[in-house]
């Protein structure tokens, strides 16, 4: 899911990659900004994945995925 704004700056390309397995809700497996979001969106593609444009769920999926990164680490420490 990528956001149209590209490159770096305030802006930057956001991209998050879901992954559905049957009878559970989709969970995002990479997200990143920039390079990695640009890299994300080809690796789809190229792999014959519908991309979906749509700014405001990748920035959010970006986000979700951060936190979940968070909570593992934290889990790891305990």
Same mark, same amino acid.
């Given at each position: 899911?990528? $956001? #149209? *704004? &590209? &490159?770096? &700056?305030?802006?930057p +390309? *956001?991209a /998050?990659? +879901? *992954?559905?397995? @049957?009878g559970?809700?989709p969970? %995002? !497996?990479? /997200?990143? =900004?920039? @390079?990695v979001? #640009? =890299?994300i969106v $080809? $690796?789809? =593609?190229?792999a014959? !994945?519908?991309? *979906?444009?749509?700014? &405001?769920?990748a @920035?959010? +999926? %970006?986000?979700a995925?951060?936190m979940? +990164?968070g909570?593992?680490? @934290?889990?790891r420490r305990?």
């Amino acid at each position: 899911m990528p $956001e #149209r *704004r &590209g &490159g770096r &700056g305030p802006n930057p +390309l *956001r991209a /998050a990659a +879901l *992954r559905y397995d @049957e009878g559970t809700t989709p969970r %995002v !497996v990479a /997200a990143g =900004r920039g @390079e990695v979001a #640009r =890299r994300i969106v $080809e $690796e789809a =593609r190229a792999a014959g !994945v519908p991309v *979906r444009d749509d700014a &405001g769920l990748a @920035e959010a +999926l %970006v986000w979700a995925y951060r936190m979940d +990164l968070g909570a593992l680490k @934290e889990a790891r420490r305990d």
